[in-house]
């Protein structure tokens, strides 16, 4: 059985594919953004779950008038004489399609589907982000993706040729399909510009240090972050532990220099709380730890520093 022709087809589409991600990652001459960044498209780019970009996008409405929250019951407001981005209009018309004429309904109830929110809100948030000049398409059109998933024929039929139904012939089918299939869906692409390198880098300021939206027990609630050292007296360390809700670095300026230095923060909230408790961390921890992780601290409270992480479970 002679492989010598599939290996060298394979490694030329590998190559070609290779070469076009290469040229299509290069930075290309961006527009600076028209807009401040909505808190929606900004949870997208930093990676957050979708879930969590639906609450954003419905709590920024909110805070605008087009909906009302108490606690964690939610309600139409009147209608309002200002434009709305489309992502904006789609969670709207999923709230009221949930209402369904009712003048209220619990927060977490609102919430659609995982597949209604990835096939119809995160296309919508993506697009804005486009719009906006924080993002852009790895190609404009669906040609590169589709002339190299059409190409996969080459190297497919030389190793089924050669080798039949045996397990090279096999294997070259499935990683066509899949190949394939991927390039399909998902060939064009979704590539962070500078500017949106900018926001979503573990850098990026918070929206609001002060506050955070978060789940427990009992649904959404917002809650008042403390900041460090804001303790009760009490012993030199103490050990918390409870789930990371925001983390935010701050540049302060270095009396007596030039230059500046960056403390950096994480919030950890119990869970039941009205209030989530910030820490200032090294920048190791800071880049290590991630909205949704659970992790039990070893703190200095009168400092609000972090002394020692005891343990660390990842969300994702």
Not at 88 to 115: H, I, N, T
């Amino acid at each position: 059985m002679d492989l010598v022709w599939p290996a060298t087809a394979w490694a030329l589409w590998a190559a070609t594919l290779a070469a076009a991600f290469k040229v299509s990652s290069r930075e290309r001459p961006q527009r600076a953004p028209r807009h401040e960044t909505p808190p929606a498209v900004v949870e997208l780019l930093r990676g957050m779950r979708v879930q969590e970009v639906f609450h954003s996008a419905l709590f920024e409405l909110a805070a605008r008038g087009w909906l009302a929250i108490e606690g964690d019951r939610l309600s139409l407001a009147s209608a309002r004489q200002e434009p709305l981005l489309p992502y904006e209009r789609w969670v709207l018309e999923r709230v009221a399609a949930c209402l369904a004429g009712k003048p209220y309904a619990p927060v977490m109830a609102v919430m659609p589907e995982g597949s209604d929110l990835d096939g119809g809100l995160v296309p919508l948030v993506r697009q804005t982000a486009i719009d906006l000049g924080l993002a852009r398409r790895r190609w404009p059109t669906m040609i590169v993706p589709v002339l190299m998933a059409a190409a996969l024929f080459i190297p497919w039929y030389a190793t089924v040729s050669a080798a039949g139904l045996s397990w090279p012939g096999m294997i070259a089918t499935m990683v066509s399909f899949v190949a394939g299939v991927g390039l399909l869906m998902a060939g064009r692409g979704f590539l962070l510009t500078p500017a949106g390198l900018e926001i979503a880098g573990p850098d990026a300021e918070p929206t609001d240090p002060e506050q955070e939206w978060i789940f427990t027990g009992s649904g959404w609630h917002g809650v008042e972050i403390r900041p460090p050292g804001s303790a009760a007296p009490g012993p030199n360390r103490q050990e918390i532990s409870g789930y990371v809700v925001k983390r935010w670095a701050v540049v302060d300026a270095d009396p007596g220099t030039t230059g500046s230095t960056r403390a950096y923060h994480v919030a950890v909230h119990d869970g039941s709380s009205e209030q989530a408790r910030s820490f200032l961390v090294t920048q190791g921890l800071y880049r290590d730890v991630l909205p949704g992780d659970h992790v039990r601290l070893l703190v200095r409270p009168h400092s609000g520093r972090v002394v020692r992480v005891l343990a660390h479970e990842h969300h994702w």
